[in-house]
C-alpha cells in the first residue's frame, strides 16, 4: 500500500484521487476486509488509515484536520471523495459477508462446525450492534447487504458534521455536496480526449471548495481590490473581472449536443426570439419537444456561497438555484404560450433547480432511448459537471492573477 501511493504521486491530482477511490486503496483490501474479521485489529487499521491520508494530503496539497479527513472519506452520496476508511469499512464489510454466505458455509462444512459458524455469525451482530450504538430491534436493515450496514456507519457522522457547522459556507457545502450533480465530475473517468480532465491545479481548487478546504494564501482580489481569504471563494461571485460567458456557452453546447444526438434540432441563441429589452434565450428546438411546443431553454449559474445567497443556502441545498429559476420564468412569461420554457438554473456547488432537473432526466432518458448505451445520460451529466467544475476553477484562479499584464 504504501508503494501505490508513492507511486500515485506521479499522476495528476484528479488522477490520483480516482485511483486511488477506484483501485489502489479500498477496492485492494476488500476481499480481505469482507474474509477476516480485521475490526479485531485495530492498530493496522489505522495504519491503512494514515497511509491514505498522507497521500491524500500529498495529492492535494493541503493538510488535512480530522474534520477534513472525515468529510473526504464519505461515500460520493454523503459529499465526500468516496475514499473511504478502512477502519470504518472494516465491520460492515465483515458482517454483511458471513451473513450472506453463512447457509453456503454450513452447506459445505460437516454438522459438527455449524454451531462454531452460528457463533461467528452472532458475534458480528454484537460488534456491529455495539459499534453503531444500536440494539438489535432498531436495525431492521438487511445483514447481507455491505451498503445498508455502511450506511448506518456514516450516516450520524455525516450528520453529526451538520451539527457542528458552525458557519453558513460550511453549512451550505454540506447541503450542496449531496446534491447528485456535486458529484459527478469525480465519478468521471479523467480523459483528456472526450474532455473530463482536469489540471492539477483546477482539481485542487474543486476539492476545495467542495470540502472547505484552504487553496489559497490570503490576498487582495486582483479585480475589484477586496480582501479574499484563504478559501478563495470570492472569484465565484466576483463581478469586477468575473468572465462567465465561457462556461455558460459551454454548457448550452452540451445541451444543444445532446438534443442533437436525440434527433431533435435546434438553434443556439435564436435571433428571432427577442425579448423587449432585446435579450433572447439560450436555445430553442426547431420541433417539438414534449406537450406539442417546442423546448425553449435558458441556462442560469449562481454562487451557492455569494452573500445574497448564503443564509437560504445554509438552510436549504439548491435554494439559490430555485430562486434564479423563479427570476427566469417571470423574465420568459411571454414566451410561455407558444413554448415551453425551462429555465436550467445551477449553483456552482452542483444543486439544481427542479424545472433543470426534469428537463436534463428527459434528455438523459432520450439519449439512452436512442444510442442504445445505458451510460449515455450518465456521460452527458457527468461533461455537465465538469463543465461547472473547470469553470468554477478558472473563475477562482483568475481573481487570484487579475487582468493580464501586457
Known amino acids: 500500500m504504501t508503494r501505490l501511493c508513492e507511486r500515485v504521486l506521479h499522476v495528476s491530482s484528479q488522477e490520483a484521487v480516482f485511483l486511488l477511490r477506484n ?31 498522507g497521500t ?43 451473513h450472506a454466505s453463512k447457509d453456503l458455509i454450513n452447506i459445505l462444512l460437516p ?29 431492521s436493515t438487511d445483514w447481507t447487504v455491505q451498503r445498508d450496514l455502511d450506511e448506518i456507519i456514516w450516516k450520524p457522522r455525516y450528520q453529526n458534521l451538520c451539527d457542528t457547522a458552525d458557519t453558513p459556507e460550511e453549512k451550505a457545502r454540506l447541503n450542496a455536496s449531496t446534491q447528485p450533480l ?14 473530463t480532465h482536469l489540471d492539477s491545479n483546477s482539481f485542487r481548487v474543486c476539492v476545495g471548495l467542495k470540502l472547505g478546504l484552504p487553496i489559497c494564501q490570503p490576498h487582495t482580489c486582483g479585480f475589484c481590490q477586496a480582501q479574499v481569504d484563504a478559501m478563495g471563494s470570492h472569484g465565484l461571485s466576483c463581478k469586477a473581472g468575473a468572465n462567465w460567458t465561457p462556461r455558460h456557452n459551454a454548457i448550452n453546447a ?31 428546438t426547431l420541433i417539438p419537444f414534449r406537450r406539442g411546443r417546442c423546448l425553449v431553454w435558458d441556462v442560469t449559474v449562481c454562487d451557492t456561497l455569494a452573500r445574497t445567497y448564503i443564509q437560504q443556502s445554509a438552510r436549504e441545498a439548491g435554494s ?39 428537463l436534463l432526466a428527459e434528455i438523459c432518458q432520450r439519449l439512452r432511448d436512442n444510442t442504445k448505451d445505458q451510460r ?8 455537465i459537471s465538469i463543465i461547472l467544475q473547470r469553470g468554477n476553477a478558472s473563475l477562482v484562479l483568475g481573481s487570484m492573477m487579475g487582468p493580464p499584464v501586457w
Open 320 to 358: 439559490a438555484a430555485r430562486k434564479r429559476e423563479a427570476d427566469k420564468k417571470r423574465k420568459y412569461a411571454s414566451f410561455e404560450a407558444e413554448f415551453d420554457v425551462v429555465p436550467v438554473s445551477f449553483e456552482t456547488l452542483g444543486s439544481l433547480a427542479p424545472e433543470g432537473v426534469e
Open 23 to 53: 483501485s489502489l486503496a479500498v477496492p485492494r483490501l476488500m476481499y480481505v476486509l469482507r474474509t477476516y474479521p480485521m475490526f479485531h485489529s485495530p492498530d493496522l487499521l489505522v495504519q491503512f488509515d494514515e497511509i491514505l491520508r
Open 254 to 284: 452540451a445541451i444543444s449536443r445532446a438534443l442533437q444526438k436525440c434527433h431533435i434540432p435546434n438553434r443556439l441563441e435564436p435571433p428571432h426570439l427577442l425579448l423587449e429589452d432585446g435579450k433572447r434565450p439560450d436555445g430553442v
Open 376 to 383: 449515455s445520460g450518465n456521460f452527458f451529466m457527468q461533461e
Open 56 to 98: 491524500l494530503d500529498r495529492v492535494l496539497q493541503v493538510h488535512l484536520s480530522d474534520r477534513d479527513w472525515s468529510k473526504a472519506t464519505l461515500p460520493l452520496r454523503a459529499g465526500g471523495l468516496g475514499i473511504r476508511s478502512p477502519s470504518e469499512l472494516a465491520l460492515p464489510a465483515y458482517a454483511a459477508s458471513i
Open 182 to 195: 456535486s458529484r459527478k465530475w469525480l465519478e468521471a473517468i479523467p480523459s483528456t480526449k472526450v474532455g
Open 111 to 139: 454438522e459438527a462446525y455449524h454451531a462454531a459458524v452460528h457463533k461467528t455469525v452472532h458475534d458480528s451482530e454484537e460488534w456491529f450492534q455495539r459499534e453503531s450504538q444500536r440494539e438489535p430491534t432498531d436495525i
